[in-house]
């Protein structure tokens, strides 16, 4: 079957830049009702304990969340591809019982699915002072080094939303960075049409040890996934890189020419939008047609205050399995 690689510019209200004036620059404002209905939730969940994971937000009579959970929902899909919900008061809640109400509002979304093989579904973005290499399995969010920009499980199923909540931020640094990959798209159209076909190819991909054992290391597919309507990015340049170094092969010459040429489109002055963090705030971010990263951080030297946020992964369609 041949490819399908689209040859004209995309415009939408995610083709946006660093400068684009979006609405409420993707603030989404949790009010007195939706807080009320979130406090009258957690007395539930105090008098009934569940773990997050059993929990569904059927259980529970919550009109207004709802209601805003389904416009953050066509902002995702339809809108700018971001939010920034504003905020969950977790300073009147334990630890858990703000997770919970995190679960709940993100699984109103979507169906929330396994972040790793072992059937994670709660990930909590740490840093374990481990260094990444290839094959070694250890995520870049289990760091506290910078990112470049990527979409979460690029070499596997990509979820469809990556959410992200902040129970505590760094001392400094861990600045949260967003780009279109729409505004991406159409910059590889201008620069290098030539190129633009070895997206649509397969790269090599370290699957990061998050498979069967003994299973394959590597996994191949292309960066750029187009159906006819919709194009949908597998970008992440440091698991490619470390994927050919674990495959034993080199890098063709197009293929390093063409993640070369995303690398310098990406990091082009002027084109992401990037915010701080704030305790009790959720990220969520459309995974397929935005890329998201974080600078490098300092954290706390007392463990109980070093930077923690928790990561929910959604998916449109499909099992909640790790695999889809």
Same mark, same amino acid.
């Given at each position: 079957?041949?490819?399908?690689?689209?040859?004209?510019?995309?415009?939408?209200?995610?083709?946006?830049?660093?400068?684009?004036? $979006?609405?409420?620059?993707?603030?989404?404002?949790?009010?007195?009702?939706? $807080?009320?209905?979130?406090?009258?939730?957690?007395?539930?969940?105090?008098?009934?304990?569940?773990?997050?994971?059993?929990?569904?937000?059927?259980y529970f009579e919550m009109p207004a969340c709802r209601?805003?959970?389904?416009?953050?929902?066509?902002?995702?899909?339809?809108?700018?591809?971001?939010?920034?919900?504003?905020?969950?008061?977790?300073?009147?809640?334990?630890?858990?019982?703000?997770?919970?109400?995190?679960?709940?509002?993100?699984?109103?979304?979507?169906?929330? =699915?396994?972040?790793?093989?072992?059937?994670?579904?709660?990930?909590?973005?740490?840093?374990?002072?481990?260094?990444?290499?290839?094959?070694?399995?250890?995520?870049?969010?289990?760091?506290?080094?910078?990112?470049?920009?990527? =979409?979460?499980?690029?070499?596997? $199923?990509?979820?469809?939303? =990556?959410?992200?909540?902040?129970?505590?931020?760094?001392?400094?640094?861990?600045?949260?960075?967003?780009?279109?990959?729409?505004?991406?798209?159409?910059?590889?159209?201008?620069?290098?049409?030539?190129?633009?076909?070895?997206?649509?190819?397969?790269?090599?991909?370290?699957?990061?040890?998050?498979?069967?054992?003994?299973?394959? $290391?590597?996994?191949?597919?292309?960066?750029?996934?187009?159906?006819?309507?919709?194009?949908?990015?597998?970008?992440?340049?440091?698991?490619?890189?470390?994927?050919?170094?674990?495959?034993?092969?080199?890098?063709?010459?197009?293929?390093?020419?063409?993640?070369?040429?995303?690398?310098?489109?990406?990091?082009?002055?002027?084109?992401?939008?990037?915010?701080?963090?704030?305790?009790?705030?959720?990220?969520?971010?459309?995974?397929?047609?935005?890329?998201?990263?974080?600078?490098?951080?300092?954290?706390?030297?007392?463990?109980?205050?070093?930077?923690?946020?928790?990561? =929910?992964?959604?998916?449109?369609?499909?099992?909640?399995?790790?695999?889809?």
């Amino acid at each position: 079957m041949q490819t399908l690689i689209r040859k004209e510019r995309l415009a939408s209200p995610m083709t946006w830049v660093a400068e684009t004036m $979006l609405p409420h620059d993707g603030l989404v404002t949790l009010e007195a009702k939706h $807080l009320d209905e979130l406090r009258a939730v957690a007395g539930e969940l105090a008098a009934n304990p569940l773990p997050a994971e059993a929990i569904r937000p059927d259980y529970f009579e919550m009109p207004a969340c709802r209601t805003l959970m389904a416009a953050v929902r066509q902002q995702l899909n339809t809108g700018m591809g971001f939010a920034i919900i504003d905020r969950l008061p977790i300073d009147e809640f334990d630890v858990e019982t703000s997770k919970k109400l995190y679960w709940i509002l993100m699984n109103m979304i979507g169906g929330s =699915v396994a972040q790793k093989w072992d059937g994670t579904l709660l990930y909590d973005v740490t840093d374990t002072r481990v260094e990444t290499a290839a094959g070694n399995g250890v995520r870049s969010s289990k760091t506290n080094a910078a990112q470049g920009y990527h =979409v979460d499980n690029a070499f596997n $199923l990509p979820p469809d939303f =990556v959410a992200l909540f902040c129970l505590q931020t760094a001392v400094e640094g861990g600045i949260s960075g967003l780009i279109s990959f729409e505004t991406v798209y159409n910059l590889l159209l201008e620069r290098y049409p030539d190129i633009l076909p070895r997206l649509y190819q397969p790269f090599y991909y370290d699957r990061q040890r998050e498979h069967a054992p003994g299973d394959v $290391l590597t996994h191949q597919k292309p960066m750029i996934e187009y159906d006819g309507n919709t194009i949908a990015f597998n970008f992440s340049p440091r698991i490619i890189r470390q994927g050919y170094e674990l495959a034993g092969v080199e890098m063709d010459v197009q293929a390093k020419a063409a993640l070369d040429a995303l690398r310098e489109i990406t990091e082009s002055a002027g084109l992401g939008k990037s915010f701080a963090f704030e305790r009790g705030q959720i990220q969520i971010v459309n995974n397929r047609q935005l890329g998201h990263r974080r600078t490098g951080y300092t954290d706390h030297s007392d463990p109980a205050m070093r930077r923690h946020l928790v990561r =929910v992964w959604i998916r449109n369609k499909g099992r909640p399995f790790y695999m889809g």
